[in-house]
């Protein structure tokens, strides 16, 4: 989308890597109590929002941050154009992921333990820059 609403430059936020979260779904397949189980898996090491908006902007990324009206202006513009379909589709599966994390019922939850700073951030977001992830 471009943008962040300015008050959530503060908040922490659960970032997991993909490679450890594929590595925990393989060690849960491998156990045998895991069957019609559901699992959480997260890393319980937050990362705080505004560090990872400087990783993106130090690789150049154009992140703008706006106050809530400004930012609310931008989620209507995004409602109501067909051509940001994608944006869209994003916003509701964001929603979605929303509403499914506030219900209970989880099995187990695995925490997966890793730490990110900064420069390591800076690294995720630069390497995902060279594969046009971004």
Known sequence: MGAVVLEVLEQRIELTLIDLCSKAIVEIMQTADAAKKAFHIYNHQLVKMDDLIKAFKEQRCKIDTLDPQAFSDMLNTILTEDKEQEKVELLSRMMAYNTMEQQEGY????????????????????????VKYI
């Open 107 to 130: 099995d187990a939850l695995i925490e997966i333990d890793l730490s990110l700073t900064v420069e390591y951030l800076m690294k995720i977001v630069r390497y995902m820059k060279d």
